[in-house]
């Protein structure tokens, strides 16, 4: 059977492909024909009959793995069988990425922004700012004549005007 190799006449019982290699067809009859699995690719466990794709988030640089590894946090990559380090995108300004192994990166939400690209989190608009809307990569001002009372607001209604003077 695939992934499976009979190097003995008569033999009882075939031997597996160790992991990380493949062999795609049945009736071979030595270890060298078990193939490595290539960069991009990996193989689960013994006797594979192919080698899996790394998926979205991950990429493998070395032949013959068993995993992939992952992207790092503040990174994404959203393809498959990537090959490379270099593969792994940097998440831009007004977006973020908190885990390892991200194929996309979250658009900041209403009220906070990511003024940098790379960020593992966004931050809040401070008093007297607001942002409205997704993906954000700076807070606006309070109007004049208003004030930001609470952080991270999302529109100018959460700006209230300022008390006149008696």
Excluded: H, W
């Excluded at 990996?42 to 998926?55: D, I, L, N, R, V």
């Excluded at 069988?81 to 194929?103: I, M, Q, Y």
């Amino acid at each position: 059977p695939p992934g499976r190799f009979a190097n003995f006449p008569g033999t009882a019982f075939c031997a597996a492909c160790p992991p990380g290699r493949f062999l795609g067809f049945g009736g071979a009859v030595s270890f060298d024909q078990c193939m490595p699995c290539s960069p991009g690719t990996f193989g689960t466990g013994p006797a594979a009959g192919a080698c899996e794709p790394c998926q979205p988030g991950s990429y493998q640089d070395l032949p013959s793995e068993t995993g992939c590894k992952q992207c790092p946090a503040a990174t994404y990559l959203p393809g498959t069988r990537s090959r490379a380090f270099d593969d792994c995108l940097t998440c831009p300004s007004g977006t973020f990425s908190s885990t390892p192994g991200a194929s996309t990166c979250q658009l900041c939400a209403a009220g906070t922004f990511a003024a940098n690209p790379r960020s593992l989190q966004c931050t809040p608009c401070p008093k007297g700012k607001y942002a409205i809307g997704l993906g954000n990569t700076e807070c606006m001002s309070c109007p004049m004549g208003t004030y930001g009372a609470v952080p991270g607001a999302t529109s100018p209604a959460q700006c209230p005007l300022c008390a006149p003077r008696n």
